[in-house]
């Protein structure tokens, strides 16, 4: 849940919802939006406040792990879409690859937060 919560701090979703793609990128009123909203809004810190907030009086066992799997991907490919369409912005990422039978590098994107995490 950490890496979940330094992810979506690292966007400015107020510049999402104005821009317009926010309706694009979560089903209105669904689970992830929710749970996307409640981190940002800092009211979710933990698995357990997520659930308590999404599935109260429920065990929803292997349905949040999925969502916040979901989410996480959700956010990544949105942050990899919005630096790299935006002009003029350096975003730190680095390519890396590696050779392959064919003698072409595989290419990927990394982002390396502040806690040391990297998202690829």
């Known amino acids: 849940m950490d890496e979940l919560i330094e992810l979506i701090s690292s966007i400015n979703i107020n510049k999402l919802k104005s821009g317009g793609l926010w309706r694009f990128i979560f089903e209105p009123d669904s689970l992830m939006e929710q749970l996307c909203e409640a981190i940002h809004d800092g009211r979710v810190r933990s698995d357990e406040d997520a659930i308590a907030l999404l599935y109260p009086g429920q065990k929803p066992g292997a ?4 969502l916040r799997e ?4 959700r ?3 949105v942050v990899f879409l919005l630096e790299f369409r935006t002009p003029g912005v350096r975003t730190g ?3 890396i690859s590696s ?3 064919s003698g072409r590098p ?7 937060m502040p806690s040391g995490s990297v998202f690829h």
Request: aromatic letters at 8%; hydrophobic letters at 35%.
């Open 70 to 73: 979901r989410l996480q991907e």
């Open 93 to 95: 990422r680095k390519p």
């Open 99 to 101: 050779a392959t039978a």
């Open 63 to 66: 349905k949040f792990i999925n």
């Open 106 to 112: 595989p290419w990927c994107c990394c982002q390396k």
């Open 75 to 77: 956010i990544l490919s």
